[in-house]
């Protein structure tokens, strides 16, 4: 699943590169075979699609396969060997454990001047100079320096002689000409090793920014084992893309005014890599839904309608295929649209309009059918039954009953809206009560009020 950080990296490129007429590069690290399968691949092309990421875009390339440019990686680990770059180690964990005495201190250099040629079992490690600062240029974070000797001398090739992920990564940029690494803050410990393995094989290093890291509630980094992180989830739960593209590119920059409910195309006009802060950027869940919320508003009601359509249909849908009526949404899908969250949400306010009987909410019942409801229910289902089906006279009949109750309309209307349509919080009750008709509305109080005698 494709995790809302690659989201966030995946929008802060793109931006980056239409803004300059450069191009994204979507690369597939696919060299771990456990983690790698084609439909993963048509995910990751398909919510990148959802969010505006387009392979059909000229500005897009790819996707490329990291395997398949394992030649030229070869090529890479054979340079770096010849040319003194790096050396073959054939320690075992347990004799750097014996000769350190300790598991967690990093490799002590032992192989560096064995001068062992290629065997199997033994791998290749990266010469890391001795002594100086490798200096990485960071559009975020300025100038991050690591000392040389702190950087132990790593491994780039595996004992079956495969490059790992930090040289093949090297290499196919390299071959791809990248000029802008944008990426998570995690890999920032990676980049010097990175750096210097471009400038061994005679190369100028890319341009790096590394993001803020995006943190849950309890300020916790954003874990698939712990919190909702894929897209896919978000977009399944009714999230339009525009919002989460809007609100994506807000976890860590901001355009620098009031204005956060914008267009993508706006947002990538005044996006610059360079504004983007390094304080870790919270997933405020809440606030996306607020966001939601307003872009479903912006819909056009056709659009709005085509938007609800997956929820109107199996498997989420808990009515008959047959007892949907289009015509019937559609009258009530203006009333909907000011009031969702999120898209899913259409379900259970329409529900009672396509069920033979409506879905009852316990506690919505229990709050509504308080001593005092079956009398307010009965009066109201007489006077009803003489109104005018039309939503003005619907509202004329019930404010006399509540009138004569002595309740706001309110107040009386909650039993009847619980017995017609299941819940306290839905639609309007008057143009729900004429939408669903004279008949249906009048059995469904016959049926609350036969429940509330026990009948």
């Known amino acids: 699943m494709f995790h809302v950080g690659g989201a966030r990296s995946a929008l802060y490129n793109w931006a980056v590169a239409r803004q300059s007429g450069g191009t994204f590069v979507l690369r597939i690290e696919d060299t771990d075979a456990a983690r790698n399968k084609p439909e993963w691949v048509d995910g990751i092309i398909s919510a990148l699609a959802a969010i505006g990421i387009n392979e059909s875009d000229p500005t897009f390339e790819g996707p490329y396969f990291q395997s398949q440019n394992a030649e030229r990686q070869r090529e890479a680990t054979e340079r770096l060997f010849a040319e003194g770059h790096a050396y073959y180690c054939d320690c ?3 004799a750097l454990k014996e000769r350190t005495g300790s598991e967690h201190l990093g490799y002590d250099g032992f192989c560096r001047d064995r001068a062992l040629e290629y065997a199997p079992g033994r791998a290749l490690r990266f010469r890391t100079p001795d002594q100086g600062e490798t200096v990485v240029t960071d559009l975020v974070r300025g100038t991050p320096t690591f000392p040389n000797n702190a950087i132990e001398d790593f491994v780039i090739a595996r004992g079956d002689g495969s490059p790992v992920f930090l040289l093949a990564n090297v290499v196919d940029d390299l071959d791809q000409r990248i000029t802008h690494v944008i ?24 341009l790096w920014a590394h993001l803020p890291v995006i943190v849950n509630e309890k300020r916790q980094k954003l ?3 712990r919190d909702k992180v894929a897209l896919e989830d978000y977009l399944v739960e009714g999230y339009l893309p525009d919002a989460m593209a809007n609100y994506l590119m807000l976890l860590g920059w901001g ?20 504004d983007v802060n390094t304080s870790p950027a919270f997933f405020d869940v809440k606030k996306l839904t607020a966001f939601n919320g307003e872009y479903i508003r912006a819909l056009s009601p056709e659009a709005f309608v085509t938007a609800c359509a997956p929820w109107l249909a199996a498997p989420y849908a808990p009515w008959r295929p047959d007892a949907f009526d289009q015509g019937v949404f559609e009258a009530v899908a203006p009333l909907a649209q000011t009031r969702l969250a999120l898209l899913s949400e259409i379900t259970s306010y329409v529900d009672f309009l396509f069920l ?3 879905v009852h909410d316990e506690p919505s019942w229990n709050k509504a059918m308080k001593p005092g409801a079956a009398e307010l229910l009965g009066d109201a289902r007489a006077t009803l039954a003489d109104a005018a089906w039309e939503p003005e006279p ?14 706001k309309l309110g107040k009386a209307q909650a039993p009847v809206r619980v017995a017609v349509m299941g819940r306290t919080v839905g639609l309007p009750l008057f143009e729900s009560l004429a939408t669903l008709g004279r008949d249906r509305t009048l059995a469904r109080l016959d049926h609350a009020l036969g429940r509330l005698a026990g009948e």
């Open 92 to 94: 075992t964990r347990e």
């Open 183 to 206: 990426r998570g803050e995690e890999h920032l410990s990676n980049t010097p090793k990175q750096q210097l393995m471009w400038e061994a094989l005679g190369a100028r290093p890319p």
């Open 223 to 225: 874990s698939k084992r």
């Open 255 to 274: 355009p620098g005014d009031d204005v956060e409910v914008r267009p993508y195309p706006e947002l990538e006009r005044m996006f610059r890599i360079e």
């Open 356 to 358: 033979d009987e409506p």
């Open 394 to 407: 619907l509202k004329a009949a019930m404010e006399a009953v509540a009138a004569g109750h002595g309740l």
